[in-house]
Every structure is written in structure tokens, then in C-alpha cells.
């Protein structure tokens, strides 16, 4: 089955959807993402995710190419025309096609922005990953400074996946000023006597849906949380470590920078909130 993409207003097989090469998305990273988990054919926070996205559009002057209503209509219909059951649908946003390269950005009114989204099948809920749980190593967080902005500006976490794949590992945290800020494409987590430790909101994370999600159960199943920057040594002598993100759901960390965490299985706390993840995000789908 060919996977139908949607491109400002048109849903097209994916061999023929396009978008012009002045494209600022193309030529400046000039565009904002989100990735949106299915489960069992349904959206898992929507609110959430367009929330972000907005808060993301505002803080770079870009212009909403729809409604979040309408955008919630084109999720549905990109699901049905692919028979998504489960994975994640993928949305970018930039501020369009200009009729030439200028770092200035462009009158909104006359280069409208561009509006992509397609759909990812994989198994989340059920994964291999989950059960074995996840090796990282640290690398030097060498984002910009505005990283509570989703764009898709991802090269530095790309080139930190494959630092980690190079050193046998699965993922890298990023570290700055001595303190983890958080994974390439994930926000981080450590337990400790019983305690779930997750650096503060700032500028310096993106703020995670899941993550809002997930601490809010934990608060409601009485876990303690604490939310502060914690070091990779801080980290290596934790019982646990996890991470969240839409497309990992919670998943255990078993290994940092090459020392096994407890008995280097995943840990109880980490399973334990990824089932409640998995419950009460089922609940409340769309
Ligand atoms: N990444 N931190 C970073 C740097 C991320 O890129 C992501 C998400 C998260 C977790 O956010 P959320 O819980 O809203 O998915 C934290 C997505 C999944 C991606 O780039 O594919």
C-alpha cells in the first residue's frame, strides 16, 4: 500500500508530494514539528501536541497554516487513508517558500507557510526495547539555547544517535554545565530511593508531552517527583534511569557510559510507569 502524505491541502501518494527547494524549512531549518503517537487507531493528546505547536509558532512569529480543529480533521483522515492502528503521524510546519533565498523573513500574507504531515507504523506498545531496556552514553549538549522550541533543526541529535551507535549504544544525554539536559530526542530520567528525578522546565529542554503526562500519573500513584538538573555521575549511582518521549512511551535505561544501573535490567519504576502510561493514555485517546 502506497503511504498517502498530506502537503498544503492535498493528500498525495508519497512519490508525488513536493515542496519547492526555496522552501525555509529547506533552506534555514526555518519550521517547527511535532510527532503524535496512535494507539489502536486512536491519538494519544492531542491537546497537548497542538498546545506546543502553537506555543512553537508564537515564539517564532510564524503564522498557523489551519485551525487545531482542522488540524485535529487531517490527523483523522491521514490515520483512515492509511489505516494507521498504531506509530506516530509526523507534522512540520515552515514559513513556506519565498520566491528567492533571504534570511529576512517574508510577509506572511504573501508566502503563506508549508504544511506536511505523514504517518509512521510501528509498534509502541509492545516493544522488544521496552523488555531490554536502552545503553546510552553522555556527549556535550551542543544545541542552541532555545530548545523548549520544537524545530526541525536536528542535526546535533542526529550526530549524537550515531556517536552513541558508534559506541555500541542506543541513544546519547546531552550534558551542559556538568548537568544532563536531556536525550537526543527524549527528556531524562533518573530514580533514586524511590525518587523520580527529571530536570526542571527551561528554555534548555523541550518540554515533553509525554513527560507532563507521565509525571502527573506518578504524582497521582503517590510517587514522589523531584524536578532538578542531576549530573551523569548523579546518574550512574541512580537505582534507575528512563526516558519518555511520543514514539518510546517510557522506556528503561540500563547503561550509562558503560555502567550498568542495579542489576542492569530494566527498572521498577520505569515498567511500572510505562504500564500506567499505557492505560490511562489508552483512556483518554481521541
Ligand atoms: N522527540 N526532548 C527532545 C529533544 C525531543 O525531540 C522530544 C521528542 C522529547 C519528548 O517530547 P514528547 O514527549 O512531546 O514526544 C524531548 C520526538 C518524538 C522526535 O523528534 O521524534
Redesign the pocket.
Known amino acids: 500500500m502506497t503511504r498517502i502524505v498530506y502537503v498544503n491541502g492535498d493528500y498525495v501518494p508519497e512519490d508525488q508530494a513536493k515542496v519547492s527547494v526555496f522552501d525555509r524549512g529547506f533552506l534555514f531549518a526555518d519550521g517547527v514539528y511535532e ?1 503524535t503517537s496512535v494507539l489502536e487507531g486512536k491519538i494519544l493528546d492531542f491537546d497537548g501536541h497542538a498546545r506546543r505547536l502553537t506555543r512553537s509558532l508564537n515564539e517564532l512569529d510564524m503564522a498557523a497554516p489551519v485551525t487545531m480543529d482542522e488540524l485535529l480533521d487531517i490527523h483523522r483522515e491521514l490515520m483512515a487513508r492509511n489505516d494507521l492502528q498504531e506509530g506516530m503521524i509526523y507534522l512540520q510546519v515552515t514559513r513556506g517558500a519565498d520566491a528567492d533565498r533571504d534570511f529576512a523573513f517574508p510577509d506572511p500574507v504573501k508566502v503563506p507557510s508549508t504544511l506536511v504531515l505523514f504517518t509512521q507504523a510501528k509498534s509502541i506498545a509492545e516493544s522488544p526495547a521496552a523488555k531490554k531496556g536502552l545503553k546510552v552514553i553522555s556527549i556535550e549538549d551542543q544545541r542552541w539555547a532555545r ?1 523548549d522550541i520544537k524545530t526541525v533543526q536536528l542535526l546535533y ?1 542526529s550526530m549524537g544517535k550515531m556517536m552513541a551507535k558508534a559506541a555500541g549504544c542506543d541513544d546519547a544525554w546531552m550534558v551542559e554545565d556538568g548537568h544532563v539536559t ?6 531524562a530520567y533518573i530514580v533514586k530511593d524511590g525518587k523520580i528525578i527529571t530536570r526542571h522546565l527551561s528554555n534548555d ?2 518540554h ?4 507532563a503526562a507521565v509525571l502527573r500519573f506518578a504524582k497521582e500513584a503517590q510517587m514522589v517527583v523531584e524536578e532538578r538538573a542531576f549530573t551523569i555521575d548523579e546518574a550512574k549511582d541512580a537505582d534507575e534511569a528512563f526516558i ?4 518510546t512511551f517510557v522506556m528503561p535505561i540500563v547503561e550509562i557510559d558503560g555502567a550498568s544501573l542495579g542489576d542492569g535490567t530494566p527498572g521498577a519504576v520505569a515498567m511500572r510507569l510505562r504500564e500506567i502510561y499505557l492505560d490511562e493514555s489508552r483512556k483518554t485517546a481521541i
Open positions: 510527532v530548545r541529535p536531556e536525550g537526543t530526542s527524549n527528556n529542554i523541550l515533553g508531552i509525554t513527560r519518555t518521549s511520543a514514539s
